[in-house]
């Protein structure tokens, strides 16, 4: 990485430390200035408003030490990307230390154009939001291990990966179970105008599937012409000249091919209902198969973490045993703890950002920030375009300070739908730009919860000697922010002015 030149001066977790500092300190300064705005709710049953008068808590006051010394252990135990990185680290371990990952991804990437498998690295990820927060966990070791193996550098990959997950955590072609949390909130804000208004759930998937294959593309041309020569030659620890699979190799691939493919069919059949004995992995107590399915109660959804580190185990064990690289069960005791060595550092990391995590939402100033921006709606008298791109750019600076998406909707729909709706545009079409604006800056946040498992993959994968910082992490991803930003405020536009339906049963304007 000799181009890069970049010093870093402060680690990620000391800089995680002030972090946590300076949110205590103005916790602290707002709630004393009486940091507050008023929060409007609609009841979803008689459809009236109410109005919540909210404030900054305050942590420098004693219910806020309390709760930093009482729950710090709590939060950090119970902080969800720690948990699942290292339960999907021992199923990528058990790939790697058998060598199934290698092989297979040098079989695939020595086939393909550099290019391509960029590009199907970032669709792959752009669509991944459809399996919710796991896929960062899953997918940014599993492309810098595309990019090792491909003998390319796989910072490259964990950047372009982190921002195709980013950038498409808004772009949903298939209805998914935040999508139908949204819908709710704006329907229940749209009948507030229109009692027997109705929202499909498919209304926006013909923009939705424009938006992923323009943004893959554009994205894949970024990474390849701006963001890899930025990087130097990865320096791997040895070179070895291609050859052919060995007769052992192809017995590994065949043997890792009949039994995740038997593991892929069993757990099939447990997500479709109706038939005999299936549907195991639903919650039958939801109505719409997506929420069966990714309900807080659905076995799936709350199992889908071990399910996938069993597929990636099945893929490296059977793997071994076909090319005898695991001979015994002590060996695939090893391949279990392989990706957890030396990980010591990483979790130290993991703990301050679960700490600065859990102390912002304590804090309420992002909920305050939302409350402020949504209330823009009442005092302006925009319709049309500049509507449009207020939405917008609002749904991008709401995302800096709550990532969570339905957290923002839930404060800025009761006031953004009837406004939309008076003015001619669609509620169907507000969500989405409020969607493609999340998309653009979720990426820039170190507020969002799996930022931090970015920042661990970037430094276990450095191998200059460097650290890198958190500000740097987050200079990778501004390319490919502004990039998204013109294309997907471009498209809304193009779509507006045209009057293209935004998918089945749903238009742009009412």
């Not at 103005?26 to 008068?53: A, K, M, P, Q």
């Not at 998937?205 to 943004?215: D, R």
């Not at 030659?233 to 291609?242: L, Q, R």
């Amino acid at each position: 990485m000799s181009k890069r030149k970049e010093k870093v001066t402060l680690h990620p977790i000391m800089m995680f430390i002030i972090l946590i500092g300076i949110v205590i300190l103005f916790s602290g300064l707002l709630n004393i200035l009486d940091f507050e705005t008023e929060i409007y709710r609609v009841n979803s049953t008689t459809l009236e408003y109410s109005r919540e008068l909210v404030g900054v808590e305050s942590l420098l006051s004693l219910e806020g030490l309390k709760y930093i010394f009482s729950d710090t252990v709590a939060n950090f135990v119970g902080f969800t990307p720690l948990s699942t990185l290292i339960i999907i680290l021992i199923g990528i371990g058990v790939m790697e230390k058998s060598g199934f990952l290698k092989t297979a991804i040098t079989c695939v990437t020595k086939k393909l154009k550099k290019n391509t498998m960029t590009f199907l690295i970032l669709f792959a990820s752009i669509c991944a939001s459809v399996f919710g927060d796991l896929t960062f966990v899953a997918l940014l070791p599993i492309s810098a291990a595309i990019f090792k193996y491909g003998k390319r550098n796989p910072l490259i990959g964990i950047v372009a990966s982190f921002a195709g997950l980013t950038c498409g955590q808004g772009l949903s072609v298939i209805f998914t179970s935040v999508d139908s949390s949204l819908l709710s909130l704006s329907l229940v804000s749209a009948r507030v105008i229109d009692i027997g208004y109705r929202m499909a759930s498919i209304s926006g998937v013909f923009i939705m599937l424009v938006a992923v294959l323009l943004l893959s593309s554009v994205l894949t041309l970024l990474t390849e012409n701006y963001i890899a020569p930025r990087f130097g030659k990865y320096e791997v620890e040895e070179e070895e000249e291609e050859r052919p699979l060995s007769k052992s190799e192809i017995r590994g691939l065949v043997f890792a091919g009949i039994a995740s493919f038997t593991y892929v069919i069993i757990f099939l059949y447990n997500i479709i209902p109706g038939l005999p004995f299936s549907g195991n992995l639903l919650d039958n107590s939801q109505l719409l198969y997506v929420d069966k399915l990714f309900s807080y109660n659905s076995f799936f959804s709350n199992g889908f973490v071990f399910i996938v580190t069993i597929f990636f185990i099945i893929l490296g064990l059977f793997y071994g045993i076909g090319s005898k690289t695991i001979r015994n069960h002590r060996e695939f005791i090893d391949t279990l703890g392989h990706s957890l060595d030396g990980i010591g550092k990483s979790l130290v990391l993991i703990f301050f950002a679960s700490v600065f995590v859990s102390l912002f939402r304590k804090s309420n100033i992002g909920t305050v920030i939302v409350g402020f921006l949504a209330n823009i709606f009442q005092s302006v008298n925009f319709v049309g375009l500049p509507l449009i791109i207020l939405l917008f750019l609002v749904a991008m600076l709401a995302t800096f300070v709550v990532p969570s998406s339905i957290s923002k909707w839930l404060i800025l729909s009761p006031v953004v739908i009837p406004v939309f709706m008076n003015a001619g545009i669609s509620p169907e079409f507000a969500q989405i730009i409020f969607r493609f604006g999340e998309s653009v800056t979720m990426g820039l946040t170190p507020i969002l919860a799996y930022f931090v498992i970015y920042l661990v993959m970037l430094n276990i994968h450095e191998k200059n000697g460097e650290t890198i910082g958190l500000f740097q992490a987050i200079r990778f991803q501004i390319p490919y922010a502004v990039v998204s930003f013109i294309v997907l405020l471009a498209l809304i536009v193009l779509w507006y002015i045209v009057g293209l339906p935004l998918g089945i049963n749903g238009i742009t304007v009412l």
